[in-house]
């Protein structure tokens, strides 16, 4: 594909601020993103998760209660190409909770705006942390979240823009 198509395909695309109830529009991203961690699970030797549409449909809602802010990249048409669901706690600690843009429509830069969007949100509601969880082997996305500032923490897999506490040695 050339600069040419890449900017037609991305003026085809358009971002907005979906509601709630709008939620199962991301249910077949959301599957694919799922099917991601399942190989990704399997290639690490771990058991993928049993979790359904409606378990992590629930989840989100539930999470939804504090603050949230769920965006949607959708096609001329309408169709999903993408979202991102993020919320802030009652302790103010940000949460990029689901990200997902359709691997064809990868690099076109709408991932990076939708996390250009999230942070600046979350800057709108004053959280101390920023953080979200990324799948160990997804060396993919823990190189584009760097980007953003983000970084790894050695206890867990969870990208911060916080820096961890150091560990004091014992004496």
Request: glycine fraction near 6%; charged fraction near 30%; proline fraction near 4%.
């Amino acid at each position: 594909m050339d600069d040419r198509d890449r900017d037609l395909l991305k003026k085809m695309l358009t971002i907005r601020t979906a509601g709630l109830d709008e939620l199962d529009c991301i249910r077949e991203s959301w599957t694919s993103l799922k099917k991601m961690h399942d190989r990704l699970d399997r290639l690490t030797g771990k058991e993928p998760s049993r979790k359904s549409w409606a378990e992590r449909r629930l989840e989100l809602l539930n999470k939804a209660d504090t603050s949230s802010l769920f965006e949607v990249v959708a096609h001329d048409d309408g169709r999903v190409a993408g979202y991102c669901f993020s919320t802030v706690d009652f302790q103010g600690v940000g949460e990029i909770d689901s990200l997902y843009i359709s691997r064809t429509l990868r690099g076109l830069g709408h991932g990076s705006d939708l996390v250009r969007n999230a942070l600046s949100w979350f800057e709108h509601h004053e959280c101390g942390e920023i953080r979200l969880w990324v799948h160990p082997a997804n060396v993919e996305a823990v190189r584009f979240y760097w980007r953003f500032g983000f970084f790894t923490h050695p206890e867990m897999v969870r990208l911060s823009n916080r820096s961890p506490v150091p560990k004091v040695q014992p004496a």
